[in-house]
């Protein structure tokens, strides 16, 4: 709803979507557990910001807060909280991101270790042991650009959104920094599921493949 498709990190029409930082611009996407990680996770995009705060990826459509990966004061922004949205220890790193720029961002969480990591470009920016064996909160629908009930929305566009069940590793993020890039076998568990793109907003599913999700496990894109 409200979005349109833009030039990618790659300079190709049609390799993002343009959000237009407005209440009614964002893509939804239904959870009926294909987007539940559940114990350990990873959260994985580019960003391209053209306002300073709106959500990236975020659980849970309105109300009380889910697991969520945003852009706030111009930073990125990540909260792994509990499955009954209890509030975890924020993320938030100190890197200013200069607006009308590609960034390749994201955010992790360890279940075993209670470590969670936000990730710039490939590297790891900030580390914060929030509390090992948490439950997050990733039952419910996802929304990108805009939170109902919350008055920032994200001006910017983003692509290549991808999710894991698996806190990765520096190698295995720059592995899948870029689609069909990488050799997977080393990523590889025992249940693979992969759900291609689909995007229920622009009524479409035959889009470029750049928001992917990969849940149980990456796979080729």
């Not at 955010?107 to 990730?119: E, F, M, P, Q, R």
């Not at 599921?193 to 990456?218: D, E, K, Q, V």
Request: net charge positive.
């Amino acid at each position: 709803m409200g979005v349109h498709l833009e030039a990618g990190p790659d300079g190709k029409a049609g390799g993002s979507y343009q959000f237009e930082g407005k209440a009614d611009s964002y893509i939804e996407f239904p959870n009926n557990g294909g987007l539940d990680a559940q114990y350990s996770m990873t959260m994985l995009c580019w960003v391209y910001p053209q306002n300073l705060e709106g959500p990236i990826f975020n659980y849970k459509t309105s109300g009380q807060w889910g697991v969520h990966m945003w852009m706030v004061a111009g930073k990125l922004f990540a909260r792994f909280n509990h499955r009954n949205y209890a509030f975890t220890p924020h993320l938030l790193s100190n890197h200013l991101l200069p607006l009308n720029q590609w960034y390749y961002v994201g955010a992790s969480y360890d279940h075993n270790t209670g470590i969670a990591k936000l990730w710039l470009n490939g590297q790891q920016v900030l580390q914060l042991n929030i509390g090992a064996k948490i439950i997050l909160g990733t039952q419910d629908s996802v929304r990108m650009g805009a939170k109902g009930g919350d008055g920032r929305y994200l001006k910017g566009r983003v692509t290549d959104m991808k999710i894991y069940d698996v806190a990765l590793t520096m190698e295995q993020i720059n592995a899948v920094k870029h689609p069909n890039q990488g050799n997977f076998s080393f990523l590889s568990r025992a249940a693979l599921h992969y759900s291609s793109t689909w995007s229920p907003s622009l009524g479409a599913s035959n889009y470029p493949i750049f928001l992917s999700w990969c849940i149980h496990g990456p796979s080729y894109f």
